[in-house]
Structure formats: C-alpha cells, structure tokens
C-alpha cells in the first residue's frame, strides 16, 4: 500500500536505462491534425538516445532531433519491445511533441 508510488518510478527509471545508449534506425514525430487524424512523418535516421544528466537526448547523424528533461517527458516502450515512445515538450524549439523511436536490430 504504501510502495506504489515508488514502485512507478524504479519502473519509470528502467526504461531510461534500457533506451540509453541504444542505436536508433529511425525517428518519427507523430502530428494530430485538427480534424482527429494522425499523421507520422520521418524526422531522422541512424542515430542514437543519450540520457545525460536527466536529459533525454535523440540524435540522428550529428544532430539532435528531440532534448527533453526525463522528469517532464512520458515515455514507455513499445508494445513491440522494438522501440520507444518519448512526449514532452522539445527544448530545441520549445514545441510539444510525441517522438517515436525505433531500434536497430542487433541479434546477440
């Protein structure tokens, strides 16, 4: 009863665990139009996510795509198990954004 609380955010600081460091195939930023539809458009391929000091970090080539502090950013991993779904607001353009990260593929 009284761990609930605590229990999300080790849950929570997982995810930033697994999803730092990991190769990116490609990024997409996911844009709802007015009328209720949603869109995905590409924004970047062949990157990496970097965590750095509580700051989420997509980059794809040598720029970043998406910079966001994990404390006021939402993300969980993909049903898939292939990727990771990252909203907040990005710090590069000050615009609210659901950026949808997709892994490269490494078998082990």
């Given amino acids: 009863m ?3 609380g605590k ?9 930033l665990c697994e999803m730092d ?6 990024v997409t930023r996911r844009i709802k139009g007015e009328n209720g ?9 062949k990157g990496r996510i970097v965590v750095i000091d509580g700051e989420i970090r997509i980059m ?5 795509v998406f910079r966001c ?7 969980y ?5 292939d990727g990771i779904t990252v909203s907040g607001v990005n710090s590069i353009n000050g615009e609210q954004m659901d950026m949808i ?8």
């Avoid at 539809?37 to 391929?45: L, P, R």
């Avoid at 991993?77 to 198990?81: E, I, K, P």
């Avoid at 990260?101 to 082990?108: D, I, L, T």
């Fill in 37 to 45: 539809d949603v869109k995905e458009m590409i924004v970047g391929k």
């Fill in 77 to 81: 991993t993909l049903l898939s198990g």
């Fill in 69 to 75: 502090m994990a404390e006021n950013a939402t993300y």
């Fill in 60 to 64: 794809c080539g040598e720029t970043d």
């Fill in 101 to 108: 990260v997709y892994y490269s593929y490494y078998r082990k």
């Fill in 21 to 26: 460091g990991r190769e990116v195939k490609y």
């Fill in 2 to 4: 009284f761990g609930f």
């Fill in 7 to 15: 229990r999300k955010k080790d849950k929570q600081d997982n995810v």
